[in-house]
């Protein structure tokens, strides 16, 4: 009878409703006891995804424990705070826990001397992942769409990007490096903004807008009302396209990352691998003694590095910097190519500058990173 109930419930879902469950059961995701964080601005998107997550809850499809959570920037006054009395109100309408937390991105963009999208993203995650240990919540929902993701591809695209950045946003991702929580993108694949903003009219919310979506000096902004809508001219499904090319640029970058983690385990000083590749004069215990509790990353043998293929010895460095660094923040490919310069000819004692006052110096056949003092 349960069963028979389930589907009977599931013949008079919304199509969005629908399509939400489609995309989750594909992905093997929980469909029952599992408590999750969603992340609620009070826009078209976010609203839906937390609307359709309850209305599949309510059919017995998705017994899940759902605790909704926003972040006011501190950019828009008393707007944001209108956003989070709003979302407060929705998530009381459908009996959701709620968590606020409120962030001066202003003043963090201005210290850490980054520009406001990525300052607000980061303190964004960062309240989600603290927001999902509290709660012991093993996953974060987040509502970027299929417009996103096209958006996303084409800023990439414009800044240079390679096949790590053009694979654009992930579907899924550890929120936190070393962590267990999982950050999921429920809509990315299939989700239009003209579909989120649909099936909240056709529930009968009034979801919020953000003013600064439609401000110009942003280039997201301008990606979105200028640039999309003149690739729509050749292509009416651009952001499909776009899309596409996303998964299988993110796909090749996959099987490249494995490679070049392959590539790292060879070079390694370490190594037992690497027969008959350059060694660095029988001294490689003293050199590491003596970087002993400064570095976390092994030193790397030049020899195997500079005989390798160029694009996968760039990922490979990339990795190694990576874990070095933490995160590869202001990390461009000039800072690379300045690291494989160090890898020409013999001479060693030569060093590349990173940003944040980390360096990479040659010495006796080796690749030794330094972190900042």
Same mark, same amino acid.
């Given at each position: 009878?349960?069963?028979?109930?389930?589907?009977?419930?599931?013949?008079?879902?919304?199509?969005?409703?629908?399509?939400?469950?489609?995309?989750?059961?594909?992905?093997?995701?929980?469909?029952?006891?599992?408590?999750?964080?969603?992340?609620?601005?009070?826009?078209?998107? #976010?609203?839906?995804?937390?609307?359709?997550?309850?209305?599949?809850?309510?059919?017995?499809?998705?017994?899940?424990?759902?605790?909704?959570?926003?972040?006011?920037?501190?950019?828009?006054?008393?707007?944001?705070?209108?956003?989070?009395?709003? +979302?407060?109100?929705?998530?009381?309408?459908?009996?959701?826990?709620? +968590? /606020?937390?409120?962030?001066?991105?202003?003043?963090?963009?201005?210290?850490?001397?980054?520009?406001?999208?990525?300052?607000?993203?980061?303190? @964004?995650?960062?309240? /989600?992942?603290?927001?999902?240990?509290?709660?012991?919540? @093993?996953?974060?929902?987040?509502?970027?769409?299929?417009?996103?993701?096209?958006?996303?591809?084409?800023?990439?695209?414009?800044?240079?990007?390679?096949?790590?950045?053009?694979?654009?946003?992930?579907?899924?991702?550890?929120?936190?490096?070393?962590?267990? +929580?999982?950050?999921?993108?429920?809509?990315?694949?299939?989700? @239009?903004?003209?579909?989120?903003?649909?099936?909240? @009219?056709?529930?009968?919310?009034?979801?919020?807008?953000?003013?600064?979506?439609?401000?110009?000096?942003?280039?997201?902004?301008?990606?979105?009302?200028?640039?999309?809508?003149?690739?729509?001219?050749?292509?009416?499904?651009?952001? !499909?396209?776009?899309?596409?090319?996303?998964?299988?640029?993110?796909?090749?970058?996959?099987?490249?990352?494995?490679?070049?983690?392959?590539?790292?385990?060879?070079?390694?000083?370490?190594? #037992?691998?690497? =027969?008959?590749?350059?060694?660095?004069?029988?001294?490689?215990?003293?050199?590491?003694? !003596?970087?002993?509790?400064?570095? !976390?990353? #092994?030193?790397?043998?030049?020899?195997?590095?500079?005989?390798?293929?160029?694009?996968?010895?760039?990922?490979?460095?990339?990795?190694?910097?990576?874990?070095?660094?933490?995160?590869?923040?202001?990390?461009?490919?000039?800072?690379? =190519?300045?690291?494989?310069?160090?890898?020409?000819?013999?001479?060693?004692?030569?060093?590349? !500058? /990173?940003?944040?006052?980390?360096?990479?110096?040659?010495?006796?056949?080796?690749?030794?990173?330094?972190?900042?003092?």
């Amino acid at each position: 009878m349960r069963g028979r109930a389930k589907k009977d419930e599931g013949e008079r879902l919304s199509r969005f409703a629908r399509s939400l469950l489609r995309e989750w059961k594909a992905r093997g995701w929980p469909t029952g006891g599992e408590r999750v964080v969603v992340a609620v601005s009070g826009g078209a998107d #976010s609203t839906a995804l937390m609307l359709a997550l309850e209305e599949l809850r309510g059919a017995g499809l998705l017994e899940l424990k759902l605790v909704v959570a926003h972040m006011n920037h501190g950019l828009r006054g008393e707007r944001g705070n209108e956003d989070a009395r709003w +979302v407060v109100q929705r998530a009381a309408a459908l009996a959701l826990e709620v +968590v /606020l937390a409120d962030a001066e991105v202003c003043e963090r963009a201005r210290v850490e001397r980054d520009n406001l999208e990525q300052a607000a993203r980061r303190a @964004r995650y960062e309240f /989600l992942s603290e927001v999902a240990r509290e709660r012991e919540a @093993r996953a974060v929902l987040v509502a970027h769409t299929l417009d996103d993701q096209a958006e996303t591809v084409l800023l990439r695209l414009l800044r240079g990007s390679g096949a790590d950045g053009l694979g654009g946003m992930r579907v899924e991702r550890t929120l936190e490096d070393g962590g267990e +929580v999982s950050l999921r993108r429920p809509l990315l694949g299939w989700a @239009r903004r003209a579909d989120t903003e649909g099936y909240c @009219r056709e529930r009968g919310v009034e979801f919020r807008t953000d003013e600064m979506n439609e401000d110009e000096r942003f280039a997201r902004v301008r990606v979105r009302r200028r640039l999309l809508p003149l690739l729509e001219s050749f292509n009416p499904r651009a952001s !499909e396209a776009l899309s596409r090319a996303a998964k299988l640029l993110r796909e090749d970058s996959d099987a490249l990352d494995v490679l070049a983690a392959r590539l790292l385990e060879e070079a390694r000083a370490e190594s #037992s691998h690497g =027969a008959g590749v350059e060694k660095p004069s029988g001294r490689i215990e003293r050199i590491e003694g !003596e970087i002993s509790g400064r570095v !976390e990353i #092994s030193p790397l043998r030049v020899g195997v590095l500079a005989s390798a293929h160029h694009a996968l010895r760039r990922r490979a460095l990339r990795q190694w910097l990576a874990h070095g660094r933490g995160d590869l923040r202001r990390l461009e490919l000039a800072h690379i =190519a300045a690291v494989e310069r160090l890898l020409e000819g013999t001479r060693g004692g030569r060093v590349a !500058e /990173l940003p944040g006052g980390s360096r990479v110096e040659r010495r006796r056949g080796l690749l030794i990173f330094h972190p900042e003092k």
